[in-house]
Nanobody, 120 residues
Framework: QVQLVESGGGLVQPGGSLRLSCAASGSIFSINARGWYRQAPGKQRELVATIHSGGTTNVADSVKGRFTISTDNAKNTVYLQMNNLKPEDTAVYYC??????????????WGQGTQVTVSS
C-alpha cells in the first residue's frame, strides 16, 4: 500500500505562488501515474495535473501555463508549482497515485488534502 502526505497549502494573495509537495511511503507493484486533483466547495473533484510513468504530463486547461507538475523519484515526492494564483483556484488539493497493487488490482491512493485559499 501507499501512504501520501501533502504539504505546502495556505493562504496567498491573487497573483502569488505556492508549491505543494506530496511525499509517498510504502510500495505497490507499479505506479501508472501520479497527480493532483482539487475540490472546491459545492463542486466535484477535478483533475489539475498528472504525470505518467513515462514522463508524459496532462494539465487542465484552467491551469495550463500557470501550474507545473514534477517529481523527484529519489525522494518519492511529487510537486505542484502554482504561479499566478487566482481566487478560482481556491480548493482542497489532493495528491493521487494510481497503480497496480501486489495482489494485481489497479487502485487509486489519495492523500488527506491540503487547503489552498487565494484571497486578498
Amino acid at each position: 500500500q501507499v501512504q501520501l502526505v501533502e504539504s505546502g497549502g495556505g493562504l496567498v494573495q491573487p497573483g502569488g505562488s505556492l508549491r505543494l509537495s506530496c511525499a509517498a511511503s510504502g510500495s505497490i507493484f507499479s505506479i501508472n501515474a501520479r497527480g493532483w486533483y482539487r475540490q472546491a466547495p459545492g463542486k466535484q473533484r477535478e483533475l489539475v495535473a498528472t504525470i505518467h510513468s513515462g514522463g508524459t504530463t496532462n494539465v487542465a486547461d484552467s491551469v495550463k501555463g500557470r501550474f507545473t507538475i514534477s517529481t523527484d523519484n529519489a525522494k518519492n515526492t511529487v510537486y505542484l508549482q502554482m504561479n499566478n494564483l487566482k481566487p478560482e483556484d481556491t480548493a482542497v488539493y489532493y495528491c493521487n497515485v494510481y497503480g497496480r497493487t501486489w495482489s494485481g488490482g489497479l487502485k487509486d491512493f489519495w492523500g488527506q488534502g491540503t487547503q489552498v485559499t487565494v484571497s486578498s
